[in-house]
């Protein structure tokens, strides 16, 4: 089955500053990339989410690259603010079969004001 | 509004006692899944709803059982909890349409 692994698990910038997560997968099957932001007491909430036939994408202050060649994917977040501070995840899924979203382990993002 | 809705949002309960956590869509979305969420596991998907009375199991499917007798409802039955349940649960849903799975605020569950 699909297995992703996410990088760092805590990072802590200033604000003006920009984060940049890191995430791994294993099943080149899959062809479908989101990142969730989950706020303390909440659920998840789709942020972001990028396709496999497209290498770049981009929100405002929000940017997913993916390299299919190297199975990684990346979310950047320029000009972070307090509120972007929040718990962050990637997943992938090859969209078959059960559809399920195979989570990376999160990412603690802290921002410093 | 159009959200996914879980009750309780705080459950303590003790080994072998049976229960149920309720979840409910208004988007009429035909997929329906439950994830369990712990520390450093990211979320793993526990039993899926692909539509009425259609149900399979996900990564972590031991210790639950789950029934979708109507589009909007799929609810979470442990019949007999151990402690080893003690997690964050989250609901989700989609359309067989699309990708975007919306979940739901999350019931965290200790279990003595």
Not at chain 1, 40 to 67: C, F, H, W, Y
Not at chain 2, 3 to 8: F, G, I
Not at chain 2, 91 to 104: E, I, R
Request: net charge neutral; proline share 5%; glycine share 8%.
């Amino acid at each position: 089955g699909e297995n992703v692994e996410q990088h760092p698990s805590t990072l802590s910038v200033q604000e003006g500053d920009s984060a940049v997560i890191k995430c791994t997968y294993s099943d080149s099957a899959s062809n479908y990339f989101p990142w969730y932001k989950q706020e303390l007491g909440k659920g998840p909430q789709l942020i972001i989410d990028i396709r496999s036939n497209v290498g770049e994408k981009k929100d405002q202050r929000i940017a997913v690259t993916l390299n299919k060649t190297a199975k990684h994917f990346s979310l950047h977040i320029t000009e972070t603010q307090p509120e972007d501070s929040a718990v962050y995840f990637c997943a992938a899924s090859s969209g078959a079969g059960r559809r399920a979203l195979t989570f990376g382990s999160g990412t603690r993002l802290q921002v410093q004001p | 509004e159009a959200q996914v809705t879980q009750n309780p949002r705080y459950l303590i309960t003790v080994t072998g006692k049976k229960l149920t956590v309720t979840c409910s869509q208004n988007m009429n979305h035909e997929y329906m899944s439950w994830y369990r969420q712990d520390p450093g596991l990211g979320l793993r998907q526990i039993y899926y709803s692909m539509n009425v009375e259609v149900t399979d199991k996900g990564d972590v499917p031991e210790g639950y059982k789950v029934s979708r007798k109507e589009k909007r409802n799929f609810p979470l039955i442990l019949e007999s909890p151990s402690p080893n349940q003690t997690s964050l649960y989250f609901c989700a849903s989609k359309s067989l349409d699309t990708d975007t799975q919306y979940f739901g605020p999350g019931t965290r569950l200790t279990v003595l």
